[in-house]
C-alpha cells in the first residue's frame, strides 16, 4: 500500500480520536418526538431533563459564533424544535462538488454517532461470517485496494444494470495461483464472445491480482472472485455503447476452504430449472447473468440439499448449478459433454488425471437415471475441488459411501494443487 495513504490513516486517527470526544448526534433522531429524544439524551449524558429545553426564546445568544448569523438564520427566529420535513430540500446544486469533497469527513463523523437510549433503536448486529477473518479484507475495485465496506461499483455498472461481466473463480495453494493462465484464457474468451472493448492486458490483471494477494497476506487457503464487468455507463441502459468509460475489474479475495463436505458427501436433487443452451445464453461465457443457476439453487436449498442438478433442453444431465459432475459404472469414468456446462477448467483437470490413473473415461449424453444407477458420482470445481455425492434424489449412490475411484481422484487432485501454480511473487524483504 501506497506510503502515503498510510500517513493519511495516522493523520485521519488523531482526528478521529479527537472526535472520539464530541459525540455527534444524527439529525435523523429530530425526526422523532423530541420529548422522547431529549429526555433520553440527557439520562445518557447524566443531566436531568427539564420541560424547558424544548422551548427558547428567538433572537442571537452572546455565546453564538461570529458564522451564527449566516448559520442560525432560521433557528434565530425559532422558539423550540420546528416538525421535520417529509422529503428532502431540493439539494443546492452549485454545491455538488462540495458535497463530494465533504463526504468522507461527514462519514468519519457518522462512525462516532452516539447510541443513545433517546437515539433511533440501534442497527441489528452483522450477520456471522462464514470465515470471520474475511471481516477485515482489501478488495481491487478499478485500479486500487479498498476496504471490504467500501469496495463498490458505480449504480451505473454494467453488472448492476444487466449482469453485464464476467468472472473466474480461482484457488490459492502453497503460494501459488493455480489454473492461473487457464482461468485467465477462459475470462478473455468470454470478453471475447461478449465483445467487451477496452479490456485490460493479461499482465495488468495478473498485477492487479499479485497486488491484492500481497496485500492481504493470502498465500494459502484463500480463493479469488475475479470479476471483469463492461464498465460505467454514462447512462442507464442496455446498449455497449454507452460503455465510455472501459471495465471495470474486481478482484475479490477471501479466505474460504473447500466449501462442501469432501470427507463425507453431499446429497443432490434434480431441479426442474433447465440450464442454458446454446439457443438462449451459451453457457461456454462465464457471465455474471447467474438466475438460471440461482433459480436451481434456490431449489436445492428449498429441498436441504446442498446443490441442484440441472438437465439439459432434452433431458439429460449438464452440470450442477455451481459444479461439473462425473459418474462411475462398473469402474468406467463418465461425464456430459460441454454441451450445456461450463467447461471447467477443474473438470479438463478430472479429464487428464482420469486418464493418467488409467481409467477409462467416456463423455457422452448421460441420462438421470444413469446417475441415479451410478457406482460413484462426484463434482469438481475449483470452490469446492471434488466432492463426493453419496445421495441424488433420495437414492443412495452406489452404497452410500465414498467410493474407491473417488478417494482416487481426490489424491490425484491434492498432489497436482500442492505442486502446480503460478508463484505469487513477493517483495524481497518479505
Ligand atoms: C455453473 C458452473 N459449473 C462449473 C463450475 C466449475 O468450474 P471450474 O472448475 O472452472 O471452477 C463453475 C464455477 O464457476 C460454475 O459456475
Redesign the pocket.
Known amino acids: 500500500m501506497h506510503e502515503g495513504i498510510l500517513m493519511v490513516i495516522t493523520l485521519l486517527h488523531c482526528i478521529i480520536t479527537t472526535f472520539a470526544k464530541c459525540n455527534p448526534i444524527q439529525c435523523s433522531l429530530f425526526t422523532r418526538p423530541m420529548q422522547a429524544v431529549l429526555s433520553g439524551l440527557c439520562e445518557d449524558l447524566g443531566i436531568p431533563f427539564q420541560p424547558q429545553m424544548l422551548k427558547w426564546k428567538a433572537g442571537p445568544r452572546d455565546f453564538d459564533g461570529i458564522w451564527a448569523p449566516w448559520w442560525y438564520e432560521s433557528v434565530h427566529t425559532s422558539t423550540g424544535f420546528s416538525k421535520s420535513r417529509r422529503y428532502p430540500m431540493t439539494f443546492p446544486f452549485a454545491l455538488y462538488d462540495l458535497l463530494e469533497q465533504s463526504l468522507p469527513f461527514y462519514n468519519m463523523l457518522k462512525r462516532q454517532v452516539r447510541r443513545t437510549t433517546g437515539s433511533l433503536l440501534p442497527p441489528p448486529p452483522d450477520p456471522p461470517l462464514p470465515v470471520p477473518e474475511n471481516k477485515k479484507i482489501l478488495v481491487w475495485v478499478g485500479d486500487e485496494l479498498l476496504p471490504r465496506d467500501s469496495a463498490r461499483v458505480s449504480v451505473f455498472d454494467s453488472v448492476v444494470q444487466g449482469g453485464d461481466a464476467v468472472?473466474?473463480?480461482l484457488r490459492i495453494y502453497d503460494g501459488k495461483v493455480f489454473?492461473l493462465e487457464?482461468?485467465l484464457d477462459?475470462l478473455f474468451d468470454s470478453t471475447k464472445a461478449m465483445a467487451f472493448s477496452n479490456v485490460p492486458s493479461r499482465d495488468w490483471i495478473k498485477d492487479a491480482i499479485f497486488k491484492t494477494l500481497n496485500a492481504n497476506g493470502m498465500f494459502n487457503n484463500a480463493h479469488i472472485r475475479l470479476t471483469l464487468t463492461r464498465g460505467k455507463k454514462v447512462t442507464s441502459g442496455m446498449s455497449p455503447t454507452f460503455n465510455l468509460y472501459g471495465c471495470v475489474l474486481i478482484v475479490l479475495a477471501e479466505w474460504k476452504p473447500p466449501v462442501y463436505d469432501n470427507s463425507h458427501g453431499i446429497k443432490l436433487v434434480t431441479a426442474a430449472t433447465r440450464?442454458n443452451s446454446p439457443n438462449s445464453v451459451d453457457?461456454k461465457i462465464?457471465h455474471n447473468n447467474?438466475i438460471n443457476?440461482i433459480l436451481a439453487k434456490i431449489e436445492g436449498n428449498l429441498a436441504q440439499a446442498e446443490d441442484a442438478i440441472?438437465l439439459d433442453q432434452d433431458g439429460f444431465v449438464s452440470?450442477?448449478?455451481?459444479?461439473?459432475i462425473f459418474m462411475v459404472k462398473k469402474g468406467i469414468v463418465l461425464t456430459p459433454h460441454a454441451d450445456y456446462?461450463?467447461?471447467?477448467?477443474?473438470?479438463?483437470?478430472v479429464k487428464d488425471l482420469v486418464v493418467k490413473e488409467n481409467l477409462v473415461l467416456h463423455e457422452r449424453r448421460i441420462s438421470l437415471s444413469e446417475f441415479h444407477a451410478a457406482d460413484e458420482v462426484w463434482t469438481?470445481?475449483?470452490?469446492g475441488e471434488i466432492t463426493p455425492v453419496v445421495m441424488i434424489d433420495g437414492r443412495e449412490i452406489g452404497d452410500g459411501k465414498i467410493g474407491l475411484v473417488t478417494r482416487q481422484i481426490q489424491s490425484a487432485y491434492k498432489v497436482l494443487t500442492a505442486g502446480l501454480g503460478v508463484t505469487i511473487p513477493r517483495n524481497a524483504e518479505a
Open positions: 468472472w473466474e473463480g489454473k487457464e482461468h477462459r440450464r453457457s462465464h447467474l443457476n440441472m452440470e450442477t448449478n455451481a459444479t461439473n456446462c461450463l467447461p471447467g477448467i477443474t473438470r479438463a483437470t469438481t470445481g475449483t470452490m
